[in-house]
Structures are given as C-alpha cells and as structure tokens.
C-alpha cells in the first residue's frame, strides 16, 4: 500500500544519507562499518518516522511492542546485539533518539572515532547505563501501551 511504499522509499534513500554523513568526515567509521542493528535500525527508523503519519503513529509503535515481547531481542552481553535487526534495531534506533536526542545520534554519525564501538562509547557511555536505560525505556512504552 502506499504507507509501506513511502517508508520503504524513505528507508532506502536513508542509506545514502547515513553513507554520505560518515564518508564526508575526515576521519572516523564509516556506515556499513557499524553493526548490523544500527544499520538496519536507523534505516528502519528513518522509513517508519519520514515517511506517513500512519508509519509514524501506527507501525513505528507496533515495531516497539515486538521488540517489548521479546526481551531477549536486544542483548548487552559484549556490546549491544539484536537478534532481528529489522525490528529490534529499529526499537534500539528509537530508544536512542527518544532517550538521548537527535544531537547525540548525530554526533555517533558524525564521530572521528575509528570504529563505531568507539564512538558509541564516547556519545551514550558504557553499554550496561545503555542497557539499564534501554530497559526502563521499554518498559514504560510496555505500561504506556497497556493504558
């Protein structure tokens, strides 16, 4: 349908932007250099919340409810994984933009760090703060979806 047209458009053309944005640094990571969960994640995001409003309010929500049912979907073991980087890294792109803002996402995009682990690091801190925030973050969308 339509809806899903636009945001597989938008989540498409993303990737070009993401490439360009890491590729126009001096120095640093480059895009298809991050883990599999950013690159799907952002893309994801990005096609869900640039596209319609019905992806934005309506499917962007239902992506967060299957992450949320799946606990075990985003893991922090050693580093941060996603089991289905299409879902559970667009849940994780969306945790990142709501809890710690466009400013900081894009200062990951933009980092001089030579690897994206590193440069995660400097923006949002060590991965257990992520994990304990990523998990009160999932829990309140659980409660504020349950009202």
Same mark, same amino acid.
């Given at each position: 349908?339509?809806d899903?047209?636009?945001?597989?458009?938008? %989540?498409? /053309?993303?990737t070009a /932007?993401?490439?360009?944005?890491?590729?126009?640094?001096?120095q +640093?990571?480059?895009?298809?250099?991050? !883990?599999?969960?950013?690159?799907?994640?952002?893309?994801?995001?990005? +096609? /869900?919340?640039?596209?319609?409003?019905?992806?934005?309010?309506?499917?962007?929500p239902k992506?967060?409810?299957?992450?949320?049912?799946?606990?075990?979907?985003?893991?922090?073991?050693?580093?941060?994984?996603a089991?289905? !980087?299409?879902? %559970? +890294?667009?849940?994780?792109?969306?945790?990142?933009? %709501?809890?710690y &803002?466009?400013?900081?996402? %894009?200062?990951l995009?933009?980092?001089a760090? !030579?690897?994206?682990?590193?440069?995660?690091?400097?923006?949002? &801190?060590?991965?257990?703060?992520?994990?304990?925030k990523?998990?009160?973050?999932?829990?309140?969308?659980?409660?504020?979806?349950?009202?």
């Amino acid at each position: 349908d339509e809806d899903y047209a636009f945001g597989l458009i938008a %989540d498409e /053309l993303s990737t070009a /932007l993401f490439e360009r944005v890491t590729r126009d640094k001096q120095q +640093g990571w480059y895009f298809q250099d991050a !883990p599999q969960w950013f690159v799907q994640g952002i893309e994801g995001y990005f +096609g /869900l919340t640039y596209s319609s409003s019905h992806e934005r309010n309506v499917t962007l929500p239902k992506y967060i409810a299957a992450a949320r049912t799946r606990p075990a979907g985003v893991r922090f073991d050693h580093g941060i994984e996603a089991r289905n !980087p299409n879902v %559970d +890294g667009v849940a994780m792109v969306a945790f990142l933009y %709501d809890a710690y &803002g466009a400013d900081c996402v %894009d200062s990951l995009l933009t980092s001089a760090k !030579p690897t994206f682990d590193e440069a995660f690091s400097a923006v949002f &801190g060590d991965t257990q703060s992520v994990a304990t925030k990523y998990r009160a973050w999932i829990a309140a969308k659980a409660h504020a979806a349950a009202k």
